[in-house]
């Protein structure tokens, strides 16, 4: 059985190996006109020269505490780098090049999806299993002939983790709301768009197996953040959200799925930050192995009975 999303009629044109090219090359060019743009603004509200600007946003990336408002304006681009080189290059090869309209991602109509209101449950309930792939990730170790390149990862990891930990510091309710916009919102929108509406439709289409569909989009997911010590965990979640879409047949779900997901993480820092909880969800604590195999279990039977409520049309 097809999955929902490949029923007859939503295939206006079939997609071809000369289109996934041209999504790339739209991915690629989306993400130089979204540095230009950037380039433009600096250009604009500091009266900076091209190289002045370069300079800057490289070291705003690198070492944001050192600007007065360098919180708000590493979110700006995050927030413009996203919509140029997810969003906006997804939606241009969708109506552009396969001839197709939002609708088409949703041949199923949200109000027709049973067990919408598990999806939050199901993310949630999914998070300490996925912190124990997380903890086994991080312990994997390259062979000592690639020790070099695994060092470069993990100082290039550490980096990182500066960045997200400053991002991810919110001392008001403006900074959260901002921070739930470019955090959750316009990933969840963006990310979900390529990866489940267009990807891995279309990879299912052409190999005929939903399930190959499914996860070579989640590794390619996984891939495009450059988070190694990370892969594994997020292309498990990349899978769910994969599946999501298959059995619901609406591209909303995933997308809510991946909002949830970020949402939740960046709604508990706050809390934790304002002290109002006491589990710090960014913690590197060992996740106890029989609460993440319950976690798991729960996850596993959520999503078996959300399968099922959506019946016949389910697939894989």
């Given at each position: 059985?097809?999955?929902?999303?490949?029923?007859?009629?939503?295939?206006?044109?079939?997609?071809?190996?000369?289109?996934?090219?041209?999504?790339?090359?739209?991915?690629?060019?989306?993400?130089?006109?979204?540095?230009?743009?950037?380039?433009?603004?600096?250009?604009?509200?500091?009266?900076?020269?091209?190289?002045?600007?370069?300079?800057?946003?490289?070291?705003?990336?690198?070492?944001?505490?050192?600007?007065?408002?360098?919180?708000?304006?590493?979110?700006?681009?995050?927030?413009?780098?996203?919509?140029?080189?997810?969003?906006?290059?997804?939606?241009?090869?969708?109506?552009?090049?396969?001839?197709?309209?939002?609708?088409?991602?949703?041949?199923?109509?949200?109000?027709?999806?049973?067990?919408?209101?598990?999806?939050?449950?199901?993310?949630?309930?999914?998070m300490p299993f996925d912190s124990l792939i997380i903890e086994w990730n991080q312990?994997?170790?390259?062979?000592?002939?690639?020790?070099?390149?695994?060092?470069?990862?993990?100082?290039?990891?550490?980096?990182?983790?500066?960045?997200?930990?400053?991002?991810?510091?919110?001392?008001?309710?403006?900074?959260?709301?901002?921070?739930?916009?470019?955090?959750?919102?316009?990933?969840?929108?963006?990310?979900?768009?390529?990866?489940?509406?267009?990807?891995?439709?279309?990879?299912?289409?052409?190999?005929?197996?939903?399930?190959?569909?499914?996860?070579?989009?989640?590794?390619?997911?996984?891939?495009?953040?450059?988070?190694?010590?990370?892969?594994?965990?997020?292309?498990?979640?990349?899978?769910?959200?994969?599946?999501?879409?298959?059995?619901?047949?609406?591209?909303?779900?995933?997308?809510?799925?991946?909002?949830?997901?970020?949402?939740?993480?960046?709604?508990?820092?706050?809390?934790?930050?304002?002290?109002?909880?006491?589990?710090?969800?960014?913690?590197?604590?060992?996740?106890?192995?029989?609460?993440?195999?319950?976690?798991?279990?729960?996850?596993?039977?959520?999503?078996?009975?959300?399968?099922?409520?959506?019946?016949?049309?389910?697939?894989?």
């Amino acid at each position: 059985m097809q999955p929902i999303y490949m029923s007859n009629r939503t295939l206006s044109r079939p997609p071809t190996l000369g289109g996934l090219i041209m999504l790339v090359g739209f991915v690629l060019m989306g993400g130089v006109i979204s540095t230009l743009l950037l380039f433009g603004l600096l250009m604009l509200t500091k009266g900076m020269g091209p190289s002045e600007a370069q300079a800057y946003l490289t070291e705003l990336a690198a070492n944001p505490v050192a600007a007065p408002n360098g919180w708000y304006e590493l979110m700006v681009l995050q927030a413009i780098n996203h919509l140029g080189t997810f969003l906006l290059p997804s939606l241009l090869y969708w109506y552009s090049i396969e001839r197709r309209t939002w609708d088409q991602f949703n041949p199923r109509p949200i109000s027709a999806v049973a067990g919408l209101s598990l999806i939050a449950l199901i993310v949630v309930a999914f998070m300490p299993f996925d912190s124990l792939i997380i903890e086994w990730n991080q312990g994997i170790h390259l062979p000592q002939t690639l020790s070099p390149l695994e060092q470069w990862v993990r100082d290039k990891e550490k980096e990182l983790e500066g960045v997200t930990k400053y991002l991810t510091t919110f001392k008001t309710i403006p900074q959260l709301l901002v921070a739930f916009l470019v955090i959750a919102i316009i990933p969840a929108i963006g990310e979900e768009t390529l990866f489940r509406g267009i990807l891995q439709r279309n990879l299912t289409h052409w190999s005929g197996n939903v399930h190959l569909g499914v996860w070579v989009a989640a590794a390619l997911f996984s891939a495009i953040h450059v988070q190694f010590l990370g892969f594994f965990p997020r292309m498990l979640l990349g899978a769910l959200f994969g599946y999501l879409y298959v059995w619901s047949g609406n591209l909303w779900v995933p997308i809510l799925a991946h909002f949830v997901n970020n949402g939740f993480t960046v709604l508990m820092v706050f809390l934790y930050q304002r002290k109002l909880v006491s589990m710090d969800i960014e913690s590197n604590e060992s996740v106890p192995l029989l609460g993440a195999l319950i976690s798991g279990v729960v996850t596993v039977g959520l999503l078996f009975y959300f399968r099922q409520a959506n019946g016949d049309k389910a697939t894989g």
